[in-house]
């Protein structure tokens, strides 16, 4: 499968203060996001959201996989539907990567592992992550280097992982024709320049778009309340809100961090209906925060900025990383920041 020819090429891996790289549409307009533009109304914050208290994973989930995905720092990027992508050709799309990622690095755009210039990438279906059974199979894409050492068995080196899923999505599902396939939600670990090049070859191969998928303020607050809320039999944490502080010459934060008990017992006080919330009862259940720590400290959280959410469940910061702590809400997880991706599609 060839590359398209790319035309209006701007720099791979440019960085801004607030979202680190961009990716850049190294071809046409993706057609994904134009029919999505046409069809569907996207962005609109709801009102109410279901909170799964059960694992959804189904029976065929790779448990070393599913280990693999949790306790890492994953960067979090919205993904338009790839044209004419197919999962009986993930071999061939592995060589092709593989090439890319080896000449891409050759340029001095990735980061050296070395100074062999053996890559590996592989592309793998990840089943059993699904939240329906209409939304698409998840990929995992890693990428390794060559291990030096002269043994037979040596193993390679993963140095940078990443990958595809779309959990819950069948309202976008619904919204594409079949020659496109839907897995708006794209993890990365690993360096910033793997990232950029594996996102280049995708955005050039299956005419898609990535973009960097930063936390309001308001939906860190939606996942405090929401994960609070969950039910953990084991590593229960407290839950810690981080506030920033706009300030001259530099800004300052404060933590914020509420016993895992007294948080839920705040919470179940707020919540009318189990399983479910509504904006109304975030609301609430935040200015009872703000009201307990204005009463000890006088300080109004209110006129700060919420930059970072981690409770038992899992953390997340504004700029768009997260960490998964338990498999058991992971598909609950996924289900929130697969909303949030594709909402980002407009």
Avoid at 323 to 346: D, F, P, R
């Amino acid at each position: 499968m060839d590359t398209p020819d790319s035309g209006g090429k701007t720099p791979l891996g440019r960085k801004t203060a607030e979202t680190g790289i961009n990716f850049t549409s190294s071809t046409r307009f993706s057609r994904g996001l134009t029919f999505i533009r046409t069809h569907t109304l996207f962005g609109q914050s709801p009102t109410r959201r279901i909170i799964p208290q059960t694992s959804l994973l189904q029976e065929n989930a790779d448990s070393q996989k599913i280990a693999f995905l949790l306790r890492k720092q994953w960067t979090l990027y919205s993904v338009t539907p790839m044209y004419k992508f197919s999962y009986d050709n993930l071999k061939e799309y592995s060589r092709l990567l593989s090439a890319f990622v080896a000449t891409e690095k050759q340029k001095g755009l990735a980061v050296e592992v070395g100074n062999d210039l053996g890559i590996k990438v592989t592309l793998s279906t990840f089943l059993g992550l699904k939240g329906t059974d209409q939304d698409q199979i998840a990929i995992l894409v890693q990428i390794a280097s060559r291990s030096q050492l002269p043994f037979e068995n040596a193993e390679d080196k993963v140095v940078w992982s990443g990958w595809f899923c779309c959990i819950s999505g069948d309202d976008l599902l619904e919204s594409v024709p079949e020659d496109f396939t839907c897995l708006s939600l794209f993890l990365a670990n690993g360096a910033e320049s793997y990232t950029a090049i594996v996102g280049s070859w995708f955005q050039k191969t299956f005419d898609c778009y990535f973009s960097r998928l930063t936390i309001s303020p308001l939906n860190l607050a939606w996942m405090a309340a929401m994960w609070t809320g969950c039910k953990v039999d084991s590593h229960i944490a407290a839950t810690e809100l981080v506030f920033s502080v706009p300030c001259i010459p530099q800004s300052l934060d404060i933590s914020y961090a509420i016993h895992p008990e007294d948080a839920k017992a705040l919470w179940d006080t707020v919540q009318k209906t189990p399983g479910e919330v509504t904006q109304e009862e975030v609301n609430l259940f935040m200015d009872c925060l703000y009201s307990h720590f204005h009463r000890h400290f006088k300080i109004h959280l209110s006129a700060t900025r919420l930059v970072k959410v981690s409770t038992s469940i899992a953390s997340a910061h504004c700029d768009g990383n997260i960490k998964i702590l338990h498999s058991k809400h992971l598909i609950g997880v996924l289900m929130l920041l697969t909303e949030l991706a594709i909402s980002q599609i407009q």
